[in-house]
Nanobody, 120 residues
Framework: QVQLVESGGGLVQAGGSLGLSCTAS???????????MGWYRQVPGKQRDLVAT???????TYGGPAQGRFTISRDNAKNTVFLQMLGLKYEDTGVYLC???????????WGRGTQVTVSS
């Protein structure tokens, strides 16, 4: 029904920067309307953590570690969300998963994730 495709992960040294992007493709005939989009980080053995989300009205919310270093933005016409990450730290390492949900938060879809590795 909805497919999310992430790109932009990779290996970077501590202090470096990376940009991620994620595009939501909604199947023809689907009644799903993309509202909030965002990024979450998954590390093996730990819970999935909020990185940042942004509403269709472009109101952002950041998790604690992302504040002041990451910037989330979106292109509504393309159902695409971006994450600019500056000043990366070793602890930012993980699989970054894209999420899209409807205005009620009832329907929620996840991408397969993109690996971000920060070397110390």
């Amino acid at each position: 029904q909805v497919q999310l495709v992430e790109s932009g992960g990779g290996l970077v040294q501590a202090g470096g920067s990376l940009g991620l992007s994620c595009t939501a493709s909604v199947a023809s005939g689907s009644n799903f309307s993309v509202n909030e989009m965002g990024w979450y980080r998954q590390v093996p053995g730990k819970q999935r953590d909020l990185v940042a989300t942004i509403t269709r009205n472009e109101v952002p919310t950041y998790g604690g570690p992302a504040q002041g270093r990451f910037t989330i933005s979106r292109d509504n016409a393309k159902n695409t969300v971006f994450l600019q990450m500056l000043g990366l730290k070793y602890e930012d390492t993980g699989v970054y998963l894209c999420n899209a949900r409807d205005i009620y938060g009832i329907q929620s879809f996840w991408g397969r994730g993109t690996q971000v590795t920060v070397s110390s």
